[in-house]
């Protein structure tokens, strides 16, 4: 069984930081593209970031240059660096991963069950 845990969501004011962390666990063999997305109320899931296997990354032109993802796949965990946070980025902010259980099995698309995002004004 395989699970995405997030964690660091919290209250910040505006202008300040958080780091999410997205830690994977269970039977993995290996983990392909990694990302994040978030869910305002009455909005749409969007997605937020990107890290590739490589460490090649895309962001959404709202947080670009504010934010910052990564990956340490020794402790199959991602991370998500959110600096100058605006009311705006209210949110809750899910990870996802594709990941192969076995050499000889596709990937599958995993999700975490979210962490709020709260940013006061």
């Known amino acids: 069984q395989v699970q995405l845990v997030e964690s660091g969501g919290g209250l910040v004011q505006a202008g300040g930081s958080l780091k999410l962390s997205c830690s994977a666990s269970g039977s993995i063999f290996s983990i392909n593209t990694m990302n994040w997305y978030r869910q305002a109320p009455g909005k749409q899931r969007e997605l937020v970031a990107s890290i590739s296997t490589i460490g090649s990354t895309n962001y959404a032109e709202s947080v670009k240059g504010r934010f910052t993802i990564s990956r340490d796949d020794a402790k199959t965990t991602m991370y998500l660096q959110m600096n100058s946070l605006k009311p705006e980025d209210t949110a809750i902010y899910y990870c996802?991963?594709?990941?192969?259980?076995?050499?000889?099995?596709?990937?599958?698309?995993?999700w975490g069950q979210g962490t709020q995002v709260t940013v006061s004004s």
């Open positions: 996802n991963a594709g990941i192969r259980l076995a050499w000889n099995r596709g990937y599958s698309d995993y």
